[in-house]
């Protein structure tokens, strides 16, 4: 009789065995349906002897398989990766697997389904949440759960307008054929730097080469444009690319410059993608008709039925770090994903990682470098603006001299950034007359306030609450004061100086949707917009020819909290900032507010010697046995109940195994005690670099027991030490 060792999609429980009857074949990597109890549950199958079971069942007792699907099976490459990525992030293999398999309805089998739009006739009654539901839908279409959660009403609502009329149902094919991308539509003229760089890449693509390569190259030197030779090659070889992107705002102009590149637009993979879209795309990725596919760190884990190539553009950017559920970092399982499946992976950046760094100094990956701009743009001119000396006027942000910039760049008509990466007014909301402060009931943050939803809100678990007319603790009117600047601040301040400038803000509140990126863009091509004020979601990858000036308003904030990477990263985000000066024909100008221009992090980044600061920290860092020549891991404890998780992480603390060359620092609380109610204790692990600490954690950990309401979660290689 035949049985199959099946991987369900559950996390909590390890692979089943199954019985296969006669209608059914499967090998490794089939995608079947199984019965677990009651319900019905996906699952791949994979090799017994790489799986164990801790559930051994004799033949008799064998349940049938339910199903397999009709779709090609996951392959061994990602297989592996799949478990490696189990392995390497202490997770549940079900876990790594959810990511590949991405969403149940791509296992869904109709050919078509149906969506609804809105048919622009306006119902006889009309009430608020209708007018607002078909304001927000605007041209949009989905699932009426999809258009629910657009709109911010109640699927009753979007019911309601369909009866009414006003939205009608579409059916929509989930089987069209994507147009292949033309590797010879409009190939470039590359510089003979760009040229030399760009054979490289491309002969490791034709040699199937499990190569990984850094390409370094200064921001606005044609990165983009080198890497879409490598991706020319593959599509004509007939194999599948991958570029990941750090944030899916980006993915709209990288569609439409791809486009133009190649004819035709890739496939976009990410989460703003509907349920049909979603559907469609991933059978496209597992058939290999989808040739080039543009995601953010999700799609990675997709089943490329024939990958030929991985770009990690802007491979610097921390959100590759996925924070929650499998905390992987997506270049690092890119490079491994490269090496499963014999296949080149490129990470671009013009401020390399340490690690990346590192890597190319022990020889692991090869450099590719650009270090000149791309035809007549040149490197823009970075300037210190020191506060102390040229202070803003009282309760403003802006020092006079960067304000006579903006002047004089407004008027030539040239295009103005200023950047902070704080979103919302003020970063706190205190009681002039008391003191008190407004603090996120579920979390150790102070409520932020945000002007242009009128709310003050808590970044880290998203309570929100209506900015009070009095105070709630000594019921004072009106006695409500900001404490310090966000970008809506900044832009209240543009506003009161340049009243005539046309000004946008971008950050993660306004740019919320591909759409409203794409939408920003256009303005910003056409000219339409003066001034940009912006979070770190303006520092990456924008090309804007006609912006020549950069302000930085606060270059200090990223300096304070003294996290390992601090000055790294604050380098990173100036350094990439200010790239965005600059990038035509006209030169750029870059003024950095400081209350400290003589930190190496601002010196580095005037006089343009990157490799002595970049020198000096990693010198710090191997002094320290930080990343990348130790090793972190970090054990956060956390539940609803204080006690618990201080005896939780107390017996973790007092069960730590003693090892050579790994040593255990806490528990104590976390910098963040409390997030989304739960009470956080933190344990940090520090090994050296050979010591394999994900074997002795599991053998830790695995040997301990707490109550159930405890979460017990390990950040292998964490980015984040709150
Ligand atoms: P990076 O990714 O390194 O910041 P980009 O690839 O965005 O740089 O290039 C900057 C600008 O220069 C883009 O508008 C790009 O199209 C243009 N560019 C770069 N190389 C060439 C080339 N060889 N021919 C034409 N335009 C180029
Ligand atoms: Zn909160």
């Not at 065995?17 to 109890?37: K, N, T």
């Not at 309805?105 to 608020?128: F, H, I, K, M, Q």
């Not at 202070?391 to 960067?402: E, K, N, Q, V």
């Not at 019921?475 to 209240?492: F, H, N, T, W, Y």
Request: glycine letters at 8%.
């Amino acid at each position: 009789m035949a049985r199959a060792r099946v991987l369900l999609l559950n996390s909590a429980i390890g692979p089943l065995d199954y019985r296969v009857d006669r209608e059914h074949a499967v090998e490794p990597g089939s995608i079947v349906l199984a019965p677990l109890g009651p319900r019905q549950l996906a699952g791949v199958v994979w090799e017994a002897e790489r799986m164990p079971s801790d559930a051994e069942v004799g033949d008799n007792r064998l349940r049938p398989l339910t199903h397999v699907y009709d779709l090609p099976p996951l392959a061994a490459p990602l297989r592996r990766l799949i478990e490696w990525t189990a392995d390497y992030y202490l997770a549940a293999p079900a876990a790594v697997l959810r990511m590949a398999l991405a969403s149940a309805s791509a296992l869904d089998e109709r050919r078509a389904t149906t969506e609804y739009r809105a048919t622009g006739t306006v119902p006889d009654r009309l009430t608020p949440q209708r007018e607002q539901a078909l304001q927000r839908i605007g041209e949009r279409q989905g699932l009426v759960r999809e258009l629910a959660y657009i709109a911010d009403v109640s699927d009753a609502v979007i019911r309601g307008l369909v009866k009414a009329g006003a939205i009608e149902p579409v059916e929509v094919a989930v089987d069209d054929p994507f147009v292949p991308p033309d590797p010879d539509h409009a190939p470039p003229d590359l510089s003979a730097e760009q040229a030399a760089a760009a054979a490289t890449l491309v002969a490791a693509v034709q040699a199937r080469e499990a190569a990984a390569f850094l390409l370094d190259g200064v921001t606005g030197s044609g990165k983009t444009e080198v890497y879409f030779e490598a991706v020319a090659e593959a599509i004509r070889a007939g194999r599948q690319t991958l570029v990941l992107l750090p944030e899916i705002a980006l993915t709209e102009p990288f569609l439409k410059r791809f486009a133009a590149r190649f004819g035709h637009q890739p496939v976009a993979w990410h989460s703003d993608l509907r349920q049909s879209q979603r559907r469609r795309a991933w059978r496209a990725i597992a058939s290999g008709e989808a040739k080039v596919v543009v995601g953010a760190r999700s799609a990675l884990f997709l089943p490329y039925a024939d990958l030929g190539l991985i770009v990690v553009d802007e491979a610097h950017e921390s959100s590759f770090k996925q924070e929650d559920g499998v905390m992987y970092h997506a270049r690092d399982v890119a490079v491994m994903r490269g090496r499963f499946e014999g296949v080149p992976v490129i990470l671009a950046s013009a401020t390399p990682a340490i690690e990346t760094r590192q890597q190319v100094t022990l020889g692991h990956y090869a450099e590719l470098k650009l270090p000149r701009r791309f035809g007549p743009a040149t490197m823009p001119d970075i300037a210190a603006l020191d506060l102390l000396r040229d202070p803003p006027l009282r309760g403003r942000w802006i020092a006079p001299t960067l304000v006579r910039e903006l002047e004089a760049n407004l008027a030539r008509g040239e295009q103005s950034l200023l950047f902070l990466n704080r979103r919302g007014y003020a970063p706190l909301t205190l009681c002039r007359t008391c003191g008190h402060r407004f603090q996120c009931p579920n979390c150790t943050a102070w409520m932020v306030e945000h002007r242009l939803t009128a709310r003050l809100a808590c970044h880290h678990c998203g309570h929100v609450m209506p900015p009070p007319a009095a105070c709630p603790e000594c019921g004072e009117a009106d006695s409500l004061v900001a404490c310090g600047p966000g970008v809506e601040r900044i832009a209240d301040e543009v506003a009161a100086l340049f009243p005539q400038a046309r000004t946008a803000m971008v950050t993660s509140d306004t740019l919320w949707s591909p759409a409203k990126a794409a939408e920003f863009v256009n303005r910003m091509e056409a000219g339409e917009i003066d001034i940009v004020i912006g979070t770190q979601l303006v520092t990456k990858g924008y090309h804007f020819p006609n912006l020549t000036l950069v302000g930085v308003i606060d270059a200090d904030l990223g300096l304070a909290g003294g996290d390992l990477r601090a000055a790294e990263r604050s380098f990173q985000q100036i350094a990439q900032v200010a790239g965005r000066a600059g990038r035509g024909e006209k030169p750029g100008r870059v003024l950095v507010q400081t209350r400290e221009p003589g930190a190496p992090v601002i010196r580095a980044l005037v006089s343009g010697d990157a490799e002595s600061f970049y020198a000096a920290e990693t010198a710090a860092r191997r002094h320290a046995g930080a990343p990348p020549f130790g090793r972190f891991a970090a054990i956060i404890v956390s539940s609803e109940a204080l006690d618990e998780a201080v005896a939780a992480a107390r017996l973790i603390g007092d069960s730590a195994p003693e090892v050579e060359g790994m040593a255990v620092y806490g528990p104590a609380p976390a910098p963040l005690a409390m997030l989304r109610g739960r009470h956080r204790q933190r344990l940090l692990v520090h090994a050296r670099r050979t010591l394999d600490v994900q074997d002795v954690i599991r053998a830790w950990l695995g040997a301990l027991d707490w109550p159930k309401g405890v979460r017990v979660a390990v950040d292998v290689d964490p980015y984040s030490f709150v």
